[in-house]
């Protein structure tokens, strides 16, 4: 694979410094849990599946260190730890919950065999991960099978997962099945995963990409030059809303407005049937500098109020279909989404 975002290897976390992509390639090591959580919390490793991979090895790399008398409080501070690093990916609570189910299940074979197989879990929830992605492909592929021109906003890419990437997953499928089509990237402000993460994932993977800024999106809409939309998701609600990257709800209404068809690409690890809705989606707040400064330098006058929400919310009616490894799902969300999952 072209791009590794996060590997564990000779008993460390290894990461690929996402906040310097795309000028500079440099590898971070993370050498203890509380090393992933600040990775996690400083965006040097980002998007949904991969925020739920690092966690998963934080707490194998915390256990497998772990030397105290009591491994059962230091397992549960591990945990705290890195639930506490970001609140509105689900992927990140599911993939602890994975975790502290083999825990639970093994406790009583003795610390070491659950040291040992919290590890071998981390590495599970890698590798399934990736082929959820390669089978969402396959799926969103043949929804976008007659698209010529798709939009993408955010970053849903390899660097997003433990590999080849949910919304350009399908992306990627689409080239290996022989398509031809070219990709408009909304640059994603404040943060620019669009500008820098997945222009660049694009022009490795030698897709035909156009960059344009987000107010640029409902333009090219109305001119027709959007024929599909495609976006990851940090959480799916029960009932089909979804909470994915600023600005997704944005181009939702402008698809539908231009009645272009909106997709969203996301494996089952991203469903929260505990949430109803997406009222009950935590939203991140994030620091208010992104928004007032560029790379360090400040672009609006000093004191001004901010506000910088990470992600919005996009109701279940402005969503053509949601794309899963276990195929797609189609409204009513209520009834469908429940089913898929069980299945
Ligand atoms: O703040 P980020 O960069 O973690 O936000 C990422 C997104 O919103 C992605 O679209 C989402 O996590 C899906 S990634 C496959």
Redesign the pocket.
Known sequence: MSVKTIEWKNDQVVMLDQRLLPHKEIIRVCRNYKEVAAAIRQ?II????A?GVAAAMGVALGALQSKTKDFDREFEQIVLTLAKT?PT?VNLFWALERMRKVYSENRDRGVDAVKRLLKIEAQKIYKEDIAANKEMGKYGAELLADAKHVMTH???GAL??AGY???LGVLRALKESGKKFDVFVNETRP?L?GARLTAWELKKEKIATTLITDSMAGYLMQIGRVDAIV????RVAANGDVA??IGTYTIAVLARRHGIPFYVA?PTSSIDLNCPTGEDIPIEQRNPKEVSHMFGKALAPKGISIFNP??DVTSQELISAIITEKGIIRPPYQQNIASHVSH
């Not at 980002?46 to 599946?49: K, L, Q, S, W």
């Not at 976006?231 to 940090?234: A, E, H, I, L, M």
């Open positions: 965006m980002r998007g949904a599946p925020i970001r990916a955010c970053n849903a997003a997962t990437g949910t919304a943060f995963q976006v990851g998701c940090d994915n990257k996301g990470a992600f």
